[in-house]
């Protein structure tokens, strides 16, 4: 069974520093994706990688993919308030686009 | 702009009962995931479609189906409601191609 784990869960930092949200799975997947909610609302697409040593960038998020070790980091530069959210990952199950979802790290920016 | 749009967005049931959710997705987007997220946690996977049938299920029990319709839009039907059922249920969609999901805006369903 396919598990998804993702640390930490809850994460409050000041604005301008950095950090790193882990993401750990437990099978073999090809495809992982990073997701942002908002309180109450819907989820927005940040990332998708499909490959190992996949790294993509946005803004002052950068997702990187590692299949060997089974881990996706979604690392945070000089943060501001608006990146103020919870951050999913996901991992698609059997190559079939059914994702298997980490718990969320509530991440707060505090000005 | 998500393309893709449920309904309701908040509805309240009582134990026992049925409900039907549905969303409408975007032209083309041929196949569409239902998923159940409680409060504070992670989406679960519940189905997916594709072309009308359905080619994917977690881990929920049969008062738990589908249906997806030619003109991409899909239904999520609950029967014999439980408390435990109450959550954000969201609609997903991809196009072929398209690796990504596009998520609507959710239903809050609460069973009392």
């Known amino acids: 069974e396919l598990k998804v784990e993702q640390n930490p869960l809850f994460l409050s930092m000041q604005e301008g520093k950095n950090y790193t949200i882990y993401c750990n799975y437990s099978?073999?997947?090809?495809?992982l994706y990073w997701y942002r909610q908002d309180p109450g609302k819907s989820l927005e697409s940040l990332f998708v990688?499909?490959?190992n040593g996949a790294v993509k960038q946005e803004g002052r998020l950068m997702a990187s993919l590692d299949t060997k070790a089974r881990l996706s980091t979604l690392h945070i530069t000089a943060a501001v308030h608006d990146l103020s959210a919870t951050y999913f990952c996901?991992?698609?199950?059997?190559?079939?686009?059914?994702?298997?979802w980490g718990a969320g790290t509530k991440l707060i920016i505090k000005p | 702009e998500t393309g893709v749009t449920q309904s309701p967005t908040h509805l309240i049931k009582t134990r026992g009962q049925q409900v039907t959710l549905r969303c409408s997705s975007q032209?083309?987007?041929?196949?569409v995931s239902w998923y159940q997220q409680a409060l504070g946690q992670g989406p679960q996977f519940i189905f997916q479609?594709?072309?009308?049938?359905?080619?994917g299920r977690g881990n929920f029990p049969p008062r738990f189906s589908g249906l997806q319709f030619p003109n991409y839009s899909s239904e999520l039907n609950v029967n014999a409601l439980e408390l435990d059922d109450s959550a954000l249920y969201l609609c997903?969609?991809?196009?072929?191609?398209?690796?990504?999901?596009?998520f609507g805006s959710g239903t809050r369903l609460t069973v009392v």
């Open positions: 479609y594709y072309r009308e049938e359905e080619n």
């Open positions: 099978t073999t997947s090809d495809r």
């Open positions: 032209s083309g987007h041929n196949t």
């Open positions: 997903a969609s991809r196009d072929l191609g398209n690796y990504g999901y596009t």
């Open positions: 996901a991992v698609d199950m059997n190559s079939n686009y059914q994702l298997i």
């Open positions: 990688l499909l490959s």
